[in-house]
């Protein structure tokens, strides 16, 4: 079976789909997203705590690309009135913002709460409200406060209890002004490349064990912020919570070889179904394979145990279902070309565990390297969530493309117009539940360690001008228009006039 479809994609892969369905259903929704500590700025101002993002830029700035940090970034935390504008001209159904931690409770804990974290917050929401602009809250976008880092951040199994405390508080302060929650983002890369590398903060590079010490917990405390809402909120707020996913889709190099073929769906699960299985698959748990693959290199390497601790029957039916809907964050695919040890695997590590070497040498380039365009590949992915998890109802939470901040991104248009036309690929004719779809992101802004080289953004941010002006690029134009239609644009004036190919190319 997997052998088969597989084969199917890469035959799509060669050319170019037509836009066969341009028309979004009835009460599909449109927004777009940002996180905290990318935008807000004012990172020590009016009581807000340090967070692992503060410190690494502070400690550490060698570790960004442009040495800038989130200290000001878009400074959001004072012009936030301005980002609302911009969502509202935009038209958007709603707005996937995130909380600082650090903002609302300085050392992590509920026994310290920032009044002004609280202010700021309230405000911002209730800007969106009367811009009838729903908001989609992020309780952990990366930002943990260094107080709970410095005990160990999410290696540290208690870990689970702060993060129902601090989620406790954000739904009783926000909630009656909040009707849909995610709990984590990406936990793939707050995990791997967090602990299990140095991509991330707080960067602590214990590849292969932390990263795993990272998923029991953050799993767990995912499943106890979810219940916690399902029977002591929801009954009176009526809202939803769920997880955001991040998925690098792969596929084989050559789908005509078989075990190719077998080692890209376990790299999937690997990199996927780490997160989602547990939550989303019948079973429950993490994937089989990893749990194979894990124990085998742990023997080998001389542990008296698996470095994958497995759920006990008690956390899998815990974790099992714990989120009402997949939240998907999308943005490329890479290639799965054989066995072995990928040459750039640490050991032990995550890589080594997968097994596989893999290539980013497929579709074209964006500003980032890991960040490929393959359409296709997101057709893929969904139709193999659909299968893989029964069928479950899909928000597309993030989304987008980075280039140097071009006002006239005629490529981050063909990006959006192309991925999302593969979303109503699938909805027609795969039934995938897609139910709304974020772009990332409003404006350029503190791209991690990327800091400011890499800019997704469909609005400009002149950092350079102290006061920070905004301007919307071609691809808030076409946002704009596609959200007030709910129909991808039929006319040419989004496309890349042929001149300036030519000039690009010189
Ligand atoms: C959420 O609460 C409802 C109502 O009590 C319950 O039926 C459902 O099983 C709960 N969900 C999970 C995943 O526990
Ligand atoms: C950004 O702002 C600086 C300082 O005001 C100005 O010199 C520069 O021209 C601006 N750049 C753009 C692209 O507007």
Not at 256 to 276: D, H, I, M, P, R
Not at 281 to 290: E, L
Not at 434 to 449: I, P
Request: aromatic share 14%; hydrophobic share 40%.
């Amino acid at each position: 079976m997997a052998a088969k479809w597989t084969i199917i994609a890469a035959l799509a892969l060669c050319h170019t789909a037509l836009a066969e369905y341009t028309k979004f259903p009835e009460g599909f929704t449109f927004g777009v997203a940002t996180a905290a500590h990318q935008i807000e700025g004012g990172w020590n101002e009016n009581g807000k705590g340090e967070n692992v993002w503060d410190h690494l830029s502070h400690n550490r700035p060698e570790l960004i690309a442009d040495g800038s940090s989130g200290d000001v970034a878009t400074d959001s935390y004072h012009r936030y009135r301005e980002d609302v504008e911009e969502l509202a001209y935009l038209g958007v159904d709603f707005y996937r913002m995130s909380f600082s931690w650090a903002r609302l409770l300085p050392n992590g804990r509920i026994d310290n709460v920032n009044a002004d974290g609280v202010r700021y917050y309230n405000e911002l929401l209730d800007a969106l409200a009367a811009h009838n602009i729903e908001p989609l809250v992020t309780l952990f976008h990366w930002d943990l406060p260094q107080a709970l880092q410095d005990l160990g951040g999410w290696a540290n199994p208690h870990m689970i209890d702060y993060f129902r405390d601090y989620a406790d508080f954000c739904y009783k302060t926000f909630g009656g002004k909040i009707k849909s929650w995610i709990t984590f983002n990406e936990p793939y890369e707050i995990c791997e490349d967090a602990y299990g590398d140095i991509l991330k903060a707080p960067a602590v590079n214990s590849h292969g064990v932390g990263n795993y010490l990272c998923s029991d917990t953050l799993l767990k405390a995912h499943a106890e912020a979810y219940h916690l809402y399902n029977e002591t909120y929801k009954p009176v707020q009526d809202g939803k919570v769920m997880i955001s996913i991040n998925s690098i889709w792969y596929e084989p190099k050559d789908p005509s070889n078989a075990e190719q073929v077998v080692l890209a769906e376990t790299a999937n699960q690997f990199k996927f179904g780490w997160f989602a299985h547990p939550i989303f698959s019948q079973q429950g748990g993490y994937p089989a394979v990893m749990i194979e693959n894990v124990a085998r290199n742990s023997a080998a390497e001389g542990l008296k145990r698996s470095r994958l601790t497995q759920f006990d029957e008690y956390w899998t039916a815990r974790i099992k279902g714990t989120s009402d809907f997949l939240g998907i964050n999308h943005y490329t695919t890479h290639l799965v070309t054989g066995a072995g040890v990928d040459p750039g695997a640490k050991s032990p590590s995550w890589l080594k565990d997968v097994g596989a070497v893999v290539s980013t040498d497929v579709g074209t380039d964006s500003a980032s390297a890991w960040l490929r365009v393959v359409p296709s590949g997101f057709a893929n992915l969904l139709r193999w969530c659909k299968r893989s998890y029964s069928d479950p109802p899909i928000y597309i939470t993030e989304n987008g493309y980075s280039d140097r901040g071009e006002l006239m991104d005629y490529k981050r248009i063909s990006y959006f117009n192309d991925y999302l036309s593969e979303i109503l690929n699938v909805i027609n004719d795969d039934g995938v539940r897609v139910l709304g779809y974020t772009a990332w992101t409003l404006m350029d802004n503190f791209e991690w360690r990327a800091g400011f080289s890499e800019r997704f953004g469909l609005y400009h941010v002149n950092i350079t001008d102290p006061a920070l002006p905004r301007t919307a690029k071609l691809s808030a134009d076409y946002f704009k228009q596609l959200i007030a239609n709910r129909e991808l644009p039929k006319e040419n004036k989004y496309k890349e006039p042929a001149i300036t190919k030519v000039k690009s190319e010189l």
